[in-house]
Every structure is written in C-alpha cells, then in structure tokens.
C-alpha cells in the first residue's frame, strides 16, 4: 500500500515524464517579430514644410527618417529621384541615427527652377527585411539663377531689339503664299484673322523704325489685303477667325463656328484702316492699297450682325449654322473696338442704342469697386485677364478718351496696375511671382490655353500682359520686361521674342509664340514710345464721326 509521500512523487514523475514526451531536449524561446517600417518626417536643407517645396538650392539636401534602420542594399530599388520629365538624378546615399535616417545628395549640382520628384517605394527596406508601409512622394522645385543672361543694353535699345525680334513672328514666319500671320509658330497654314489684323500693325511700326524698308511694308501688305479680296470667303464682308493661308479656305474654329467672326475682323479692319493712314501718298502702289482697304472696309455689314436689327451685336454668323453661336457682343472685354468700328461705318453704321443697349448693357457695364484701394470703372472684379486693355486699344488711344461710362486712361492703367499688385501681394503664393515677375492674361500653359487672371490663376505668367501694358504702367512694366529679358532670357527669349507665357511654380516654359500675344508687344511699344497707332488710328475721319456718334468725347475726336 502506497503512502501519501510515495503518491505524491509517482505524479510528480509522472508529470515530468508526459511533458517530455516525444522531445528531444529544452524548446527554444519564441524569435522577436519586426516592428513595421514607417516613414517618420522628411527635410529639405533642414527645413520640413510638407511634401512640397519651391525655390530650393542646386545643392538641396534631403533627409527620410524611419522608424527603423534602413537596409542600405534596398535603397538603390527603393529610391527614385527624377525629373518631371523623367530624367534620373544621380545621388549618393549616406546614414544618419544609426541608419533610421536616409540622406540624399546629388552627385551634381541641380539645375535652376527645374522640377524633381523623389519617391520612396515599398521596395525599400528595414534591416530586419520589413517592406516600407507606405510609399512617399516628395515635389522639389529648385530656385531661380537670377544672374544676367545678356549683356546690359539701354532701355531704349532693349526697347528696339524686342520689337525687332519680336516682329520676326511676322515677317519672317508668316505665311509664304498669303503673308497672313498664323495662329502659332506649329499652326502650318491655319492663319489667324484678328492676328493678321495686329501684325499689319506691326510691320507698319517695322517700316517707321526702318526694320524693313517702307516699300518692302507696302507689298507685304498689299499682298495680305490681295489674298483676302481674291481668295477668302466674306460673309456679309466679314472673316473667318481661322483661315488657310495657302488656299484662302475658311478653317472651322469649333463646329458651328465655320462663319463670319465680327471680332476678329474688326482686329483686322484696326490694322487695315491704320494701314490706310500709313501710306498716304500719291504713289500708285499706296493709292491702289488704299482703294483696296476701303473695299474690304466698306463691305463688312455691321448691321446685319444686329441679327434681327436688335440693338446688339452679335459676334457669330455660320452659312451652315446661322445664328446658333448666339453670342452677343457685351462688354467689358476686349471687343470695344467692334463697336466704334461698327459706329464708324460708311455703309452700315449702328446708332447710339445699339452701343448703350448691347455693349454696356445699359450702365451694367459699370463696375466702381476699389481693388488694393484702386478704383476700377469697368468690367468684372479685378479687371480680368489684362487683353481687355490691350486688343481694343492697339489702335483707339484711350488718353483723354470718355464715354458715359468711363474715363478710358483711367479704366486701362486701373486695370493694369491692380493686375500688378494682385501678383506682388502674391496671396495664392506662387513661387516667383513679384513687382519684377507679373502678368497675368490669356496665353498657353502648362496643359492646354487659359484666360489668366485674379481669380483665375494657376501660376502662368504671360510676358504680353506686362510688355503691352507699357503705355499704363511704364515703370512696373519695364522692371519686368528686363526681368524677362536679363533674368529670365535663358528660358524666354527665343527667334520670335519672349515665347508664349511660363510657370515658375511649376517650372513649366512654353515653346510657343502666338500672334494674337507677340502682335500687341510690338504695337503697345510703339505706342508708348511714339503713339504711332494712336495716331493713325485716331486720325481717320470716319473714326472721328462714329465715336462722337457714341457719346465718346477726346481731343483727338
């Protein structure tokens, strides 16, 4: 019989032996399991704003840290550092906080306002072969070099070789059958009504300033007016905005805008009309591109563009679509010229109400509102995109100039200088914008064509806005024009002047030239240098006529 304590140690063994069974010795502690791999905060020259930063040194060091040391062999698969435009950046890899700190350097120096993207990928690991949780994306926008690109000129040279360049887009690029100017410097034969009508304007400054030779200015545009007599379509004697400049045959603008376009053939008519004044003499060949001016002229029937004799204009007219743009010519834009042209007539001239009722509909036109404590008379708020005071005002001069409405000197250089100080303020903080860097009006960008301005903004600056706002604002104008031109020529200044518009934000520049944007620079040069358009313009007798008939008042009326 078995006692208490015998008991006892029989389970006690045979406790030890059950648990030993089928072992071959002591089990082993369990291995520690790897934390996870996060990324922790990044530095871009020791400064931590984000996963965006603009205006960074060439020489931009970047710093990852994890919450966990990195595995150094990962990096070359884990990393990625590029450009917008793909090009890979060779950098070297350093450590830092027992390696839980990753450390970027270029091998090279950056390159000035270029956009880099550097991405962390899950391929990246920790030492312990933990895959990063989450991947990061880091934008990298290096600074502006704000050293001279050109050698120091006066203003007044600068002032010369800008036109002179400029006018190139004209005159050597436009179009060798027609002479029309084309729409862009990629348009081939697609021209552009209302730019041919700026760029007659300015082969005219060409030949006033001896660029070309006055004869050589006359056959060019003779050769222009010729095309358009003999091979383009007159709709009630108005053009197509787009038109081939091989064969004369009207280019749709958009599907039912296959017709007559009032608006761009009043730019064309502008031009055309200061042309008339230009060649004023005797001279067969003037008086023949005189006679043919006044044909054209007299033949665009603004009265039918009342549509229905309505007191409006209308801008439209399809032979396919009729009336079904249904787009009435109301301001404040840039079209004021369509209606002193439309009061000027000798044919078919508008009466009063047809201003009042349609173009400032009725004193609704009418801002008054004070924007950075300058008061605007016209338009929407902030002025919108600056063309509005330029296209019309390429050939009216608004000195002394008013209406019902407005003072016009006073509308204009309101409308430019809250433009300037919109992007001085710089309240959307666009990196590079300044009192040297501004302008904002319609013009390519980045992705497609947009009418820039307060309030509609993305960064864009176009050079048309600032240059051909020179009349208005003479100071702030020429800062930015040799901004432009000095700091900024390596990437702006190409054959035909400055290219279309540019984004330091984005680090975006245009490769493009528009006639619409580079005509306007040439003429509001000439303009503020010698009022040559104004006057010409100014001078026209039926001009005199029909803005008096308005209601518009000036010593040059």
Same mark, same amino acid.
């Given at each position: 019989?078995?006692?208490?304590?015998?008991?006892?140690?029989?389970?006690?063994?045979?406790?030890?032996?059950?648990?030993?069974?089928?072992?071959?010795?002591?089990?082993?502690?369990?291995?520690?399991?790897?934390?996870?791999?996060?990324?922790?905060?990044?530095?871009?020259?020791?400064?931590?704003?984000?996963?965006?930063?603009?205006?960074?040194?060439?020489?931009?060091?970047?710093?990852?840290?994890?919450? =966990?040391?990195?595995? $150094?062999?990962? %990096? @070359?698969?884990?990393?990625?550092? !590029?450009? *917008?435009?793909? +090009? &890979?950046?060779?950098?070297?890899?350093?450590?830092?906080?027992?390696?839980?700190?990753?450390?970027?350097?270029?091998?090279?120096?950056? =390159?000035?306002?270029? $956009?880099?993207? %550097? @991405?962390?990928?899950?391929?990246? !690991?920790? *030492?312990?072969? +933990? &895959?990063?949780?989450?991947?990061?994306?880091?934008?990298?926008?290096?600074?502006?070099?704000?050293?001279?690109?050109?050698?120091?000129?006066?203003?007044?040279?600068?002032?010369?070789?800008?036109?002179?360049?400029?006018? !190139?887009?004209?005159?050597?690029?436009?179009?060798?059958?027609?002479?029309?100017?084309?729409?862009?410097?990629?348009?081939?034969?697609?021209?552009?009504?209302?730019?041919?009508?700026?760029?007659?304007?300015?082969?005219?400054?060409?030949?006033?300033?001896?660029?070309?030779?006055?004869?050589?200015?006359?056959?060019?545009?003779?050769?222009?007016?010729?095309?358009?007599?003999?091979?383009?379509?007159?709709?009630?004697?108005?053009?197509?905005?787009?038109?081939?400049?091989?064969?004369?045959?009207?280019?749709?603008?958009?599907?039912?805008?296959?017709?007559?376009?009032?608006?761009?053939?009043?730019?064309?008519?502008?031009?055309?009309?200061?042309?008339?004044?230009?060649?004023?003499?005797?001279?067969?060949?003037?008086?023949?591109?005189?006679?043919?001016?006044?044909?054209?002229?007299?033949?665009?029937?603004?009265?039918?563009?009342?549509?229905?004799?309505?007191?409006?204009?209308?801008?439209?007219?399809?032979?396919?679509?009729?009336?079904?743009?249904?787009?009435?010519?109301?301001?404040?834009?840039?079209?004021?010229?369509?209606?002193?042209?439309?009061?000027?007539?000798?044919?078919?001239?508008?009466?009063?109400?047809?201003?009042?009722?349609?173009?400032?509909?009725?004193?609704?036109?009418?801002?008054?509102?004070?924007?950075?404590?300058?008061?605007?008379?016209?338009?929407?708020?902030?002025?919108?995109?600056?063309?509005?005071?330029?296209?019309?005002?390429?050939?009216?001069?608004?000195?002394?100039?008013?209406?019902?409405?407005?003072?016009?000197?006073?509308?204009?250089?309101?409308?430019?200088?809250?433009?300037?100080?919109?992007?001085?303020?710089?309240?959307?903080?666009?990196?590079?914008?300044?009192?040297?860097?501004?302008?904002?009006?319609?013009?390519?960008?980045?992705?497609?064509?947009?009418?820039?301005?307060?309030?509609?903004?993305?960064?864009?600056?176009?050079?048309?806005?600032?240059?051909?706002?020179?009349?208005?604002?003479?100071?702030?104008?020429?800062?930015?024009?040799?901004?432009?031109?000095?700091?900024?020529?390596?990437?702006?200044?190409?054959?035909?002047?400055?290219?279309?518009?540019?984004?330091?934000?984005?680090?975006?520049?245009?490769?493009?030239?528009?006639?619409?944007?580079?005509?306007?620079?040439?003429?509001?040069?000439?303009?503020?240098?010698?009022?040559?358009?104004?006057?010409?313009?100014?001078?026209?007798?039926?001009?005199?006529?029909?803005?008096?008939?308005?209601?518009?008042?000036?010593?040059?009326?």
């Amino acid at each position: 019989m078995l006692n208490k304590c015998n008991f006892v140690t029989l389970c006690v063994a045979a406790a030890l032996l059950g648990c030993s069974k089928g072992s071959s010795g002591p089990v082993e502690p369990p291995l520690p399991v790897p934390g996870p791999f996060n990324f922790k905060t990044l530095e871009v020259n020791g400064v931590n704003s984000g996963y965006n930063y603009h205006g960074v040194p060439v020489n931009s060091i970047i710093k990852f840290t994890f919450s =966990a040391p990195v595995d $150094h062999a990962s %990096v @070359a698969s884990g990393v990625t550092y !590029k450009t *917008k435009y793909g +090009v &890979a950046v060779n950098y070297t890899a350093s450590y830092e906080n027992g390696d839980s700190t990753l450390v970027l350097t270029p091998a090279a120096a950056l =390159a000035n306002i270029t $956009h880099y993207d %550097v @991405a962390l990928t899950t391929n990246l !690991k920790s *030492k312990d072969a +933990v &895959a990063l949780k989450l991947p990061v994306n880091l934008a990298v926008a290096t600074v502006l070099d704000s050293t001279d690109k050109f050698t120091r000129i006066t203003d007044s040279a600068l002032l010369d070789l800008v036109q002179k360049q400029t006018f !190139k887009y004209f005159w050597d690029f436009g179009h060798p059958v027609s002479g029309l100017a084309r729409e862009r410097n990629s348009s081939g034969d697609i021209c552009t009504t209302g730019g041919t009508g700026f760029g007659i304007m300015s082969i005219i400054v060409a030949a006033n300033r001896n660029f070309i030779t006055r004869t050589d200015a006359l056959q060019r545009i003779q050769k222009i007016v010729s095309f358009y007599k003999n091979n383009c379509t007159a709709f009630h004697g108005a053009y197509a905005h787009w038109i081939n400049g091989a064969t004369g045959a009207t280019v749709p603008f958009s599907t039912k805008d296959d017709g007559a376009d009032l608006v761009e053939t009043s730019y064309l008519m502008q031009g055309l009309l200061c042309a008339r004044q230009y060649f004023n003499t005797t001279d067969a060949k003037e008086t023949l591109l005189r006679n043919d001016i006044n044909t054209l002229w007299n033949a665009v029937d603004f009265n039918w563009f009342q549509k229905s004799n309505e007191n409006v204009l209308y801008w439209h007219w399809s032979p396919n679509y009729n009336w079904d743009m249904n787009m009435k010519i109301t301001g404040w834009n840039e079209a004021l010229i369509v209606y002193a042209l439309a009061a000027s007539s000798n044919i078919s001239a508008i009466t009063k109400p047809v201003y009042d009722n349609g173009w400032a509909s009725n004193g609704a036109i009418k801002n008054g509102n004070s924007y950075y404590s300058i008061q605007l008379p016209l338009g929407p708020a902030n002025g919108g995109p600056l063309f509005f005071a330029h296209y019309s005002f390429l050939g009216i001069d608004p000195h002394s100039l008013s209406d019902a409405y407005a003072a016009y000197w006073t509308q204009d250089t309101a409308h430019a200088k809250i433009n300037y100080n919109y992007c001085v303020i710089n309240a959307a903080k666009f990196y590079g914008y300044s009192n040297l860097c501004w302008g904002l009006t319609a013009s390519d960008e980045e992705n497609g064509y947009n009418a820039h301005a307060p309030g509609n903004d993305n960064g864009t600056i176009s050079p048309t806005a600032a240059i051909s706002s020179l009349p208005y604002t003479p100071v702030e104008s020429m800062n930015a024009l040799k901004f432009f031109y000095y700091t900024m020529g390596n990437k702006l200044w190409g054959d035909y002047g400055f290219v279309d518009a540019f984004n330091l934000h984005n680090c975006w520049f245009a490769d493009s030239y528009l006639a619409i944007d580079q005509g306007p620079e040439i003429v509001m040069i000439e303009n503020y240098r010698t009022a040559l358009l104004w006057n010409l313009f100014m001078s026209c007798p039926e001009i005199k006529t029909g803005m008096k008939a308005l209601g518009f008042s000036s010593p040059n009326l």
